[in-house]
């Protein structure tokens, strides 16, 4: 794509939600069309302006794989563990 930097990273993303506990979170997959990311697929759970830790980040060789990848590493959390932690000084 001549548009675009070497190094930039450019996606095209489905979109899951997943509704636990009475909470909805989305998983975003992200399918590398220019660049580089830990795999072809990175499923990555957020709520929006808020993105997972990496471990609970999944990756695939397709979207399915990442999908699933990602669900297992979420099984068992509770959604606020998947989220970084606000540290009292920033508030």
């Not at 997943?18 to 697929?41: K, N, Q, S, V, W």
């Amino acid at each position: 794509m001549q548009s675009l930097h070497t190094d930039d990273i450019l996606t095209r993303v489905a979109r899951y939600n997943l509704i636990r506990g009475g909470r909805m979170l989305y998983i975003d997959i992200h399918e590398t069309l220019h660049g580089r990311l830990a795999a072809p697929f990175v499923a990555v759970p957020n709520l929006i302006n808020i993105v997972a830790r990496q471990p609970f980040q999944g990756t695939g060789d397709s979207e399915e794989a990442a999908l699933r990848d990602c669900l297992e590493k979420i099984r068992h959390a509770r959604v606020e563990d998947l989220f970084p932690q606000r540290s009292p000084a920033s508030d």
